[in-house]
């Protein structure tokens, strides 16, 4: 029953990450950089340094819940997850090399959908009957919508609300905690023999203990453990990397060269995978998608909590999550994996199915360069991108419940169910995870998607005032 289950599920991934979503999601996502003329673009050092300054981690200039920077946080804490080490690595042993190149061409323009979709988030949030900030593109479908386009479109608006939140939620527990959940018990089972269940019983109870504070309780923990994570990561990959540096130019070649190859090519630093332009970019905006979730709508749920006095301001922060995820962190990971050649030990069984993916390709990749240590290394950066990232999506999941029901005894239940998942999917089966969380990624890209076009547009002159503002000092 399970095996008939996975292959459905499997033949429904194929078809929703077709030809048809790819060219919603990254359009979507060329439409709105041309619509805000580049704006996006040209204000990401802006945006970074304003990340990266003390003003950002304070909380007393205008309204919300949490500092910019701890809203930032959260939202990288979902992000930065399994897709910046098990996803990039599984792209490349199914789609080749040229996928981190598709990472990065849907990336650049995720930058603007994220902008777009969290600045949406913040200009039309409300305040709940606990005077918390509520928002996301389900209230900014149901309050936009009807704004710019009258109350005609008033049951649209709703509609597109109520199909994001549902779908939100239900995402939750796929994006949020199976995949998550069964890449910390795989790296540790992997690395040291740690047995699955009892890595499942460690998350499912340290899960339960830090939802039940709420967003603030996972702000603070976000806070201090996504900058920490990040260096460390970073720093561990970029000595693969140096260690590796004479094979840096050809890695790059035969990224592009398998990112736009017609025919099927492999070879080079691809060792024994050959694949197509095709598979290349389905699996690289797949994980790109997954990884840094540009597009779905998720992160503007938590850009809707960061204290700001403009909402262009909080909008231009909270793009430069897609930047930090896929352009630094997924980098390092790719790199890392191609220029060690250990893509040259990947065997498929008669199926197609890689023996090294996910994970365990990452771990092999640092463990040729620092030995055991490395394959510890991989394992805790792992552990802590995947557990802060059922954080995060707990609370996305949270919020689109609570716009769902409005029930306080609904959203504890939720925090217990959700755990539970969590452990539950430190002991499912890695592929079926995977491609239930990407049938469930594309679901929440329609409806978003709709509202990102729709609304948009309305968002032009105010991001050009703004800037002009910037950069005449005012």
Not at 333 to 343: D, N, P, R
Not at 361 to 386: D, E, M, N, R
């Amino acid at each position: 029953m399970l095996e008939q289950f996975s292959k459905l599920i499997q033949t429904i991934q194929g078809v929703v990450w077709g030809p048809i979503m790819l060219t919603i999601l990254v359009g979507t996502g060329v439409f709105l950089t041309l619509r805000t003329k580049f704006l996006c673009w040209r204000s990401l050092p802006y945006a970074i340094s304003s990340t990266l300054s003390k003003e950002a981690r304070q909380t007393h200039q205008g309204d919300g819940d949490v500092s910019p920077f701890a809203s930032l946080c959260t939202a990288l804490a979902a992000t930065i997850g399994t897709g910046n080490i098990a996803g990039v690595a599984s792209a490349i042993a199914s789609g080749g090399p040229g996928a981190l190149v598709w990472m990065w061409i849907s990336a650049a323009f995720g930058i603007s959908s994220k902008f777009v979709e969290c600045t949406l988030a913040v200009k039309y949030r409300i305040t709940n009957d606990k005077n918390e900030m509520l928002g996301g593109p389900m209230v900014a479908a149901e309050y936009g919508i009807p704004a710019v386009y009258g109350d005609r479109f008033k049951g649209l608006g709703k509609l597109l609300g109520v199909l994001f939140a549902f779908f939100a939620v239900v995402a939750s527990f796929g994006i949020g905690n199976l995949t998550q959940g069964n890449s910390i018990s795989t790296a540790f089972q992997n690395v040291c023999g740690v047995p699955k269940m009892v890595v499942a019983f460690v998350v499912g109870f340290a899960v339960l203990a830090i939802v039940l504070g709420g967003l603030q309780s996972i702000s603070k923990v976000s806070s201090l453990v996504v900058p920490f994570m990040a260096v460390f990561y970073f720093v561990g990959g970029l000595i693969i990397i140096l260690c590796n540096i004479t094979a840096v130019p050809g890695a790059l070649v035969d990224m592009f060269r398998m990112a736009f190859s017609v025919k099927a090519v492999g070879g080079g630093v691809a060792g024994t995978v050959v694949a197509t332009m095709f598979q290349a970019m389905s699996k690289g905006v797949a994980r790109g998608c997954f990884s840094n979730e540009a597009g779905m709508g998720s992160a503007a749920i938590s850009a809707a909590s960061a204290t700001t006095d403009h909402y262009i301001k909080q909008g231009l922060i909270s793009e430069t999550g897609t930047f930090w995820d896929t352009m630094v962190v997924c980098s390092i990971t790719g790199l890392a994996i191609l220029t060690s050649g250990v893509t040259n030990d990947i065997t498929f069984a008669a199926d197609g199915t890689p023996n090294l993916t996910g994970a365990s390709l990452t771990i092999a990749a640092f463990k040729s360069v620092l030995g055991p240590a490395g394959g510890w290394l991989v394992a805790i950066a792992l552990a802590l991108f995947a557990f802060s990232t059922i954080l995060g999506w707990e609370y996305y999941g949270e919020k689109a419940l609570e716009y769902l029901t409005s029930s306080t005894s609904a959203t504890m239940i939720y925090r217990i169910v959700f755990s539970a998942m969590a452990f539950i999917g430190c002991i499912s089966a890695f592929e079926l995870a995977w491609n239930v969380s990407d049938v469930l990624n594309a679901l929440m890209i329609v409806p978003n998607a709709i509202i990102m076009w729709m609304l948009g547009g309305t968002l032009v002159k105010d991001l050009e005032k703004f800037v002009k503002e910037e950069e005449s000092g005012k």
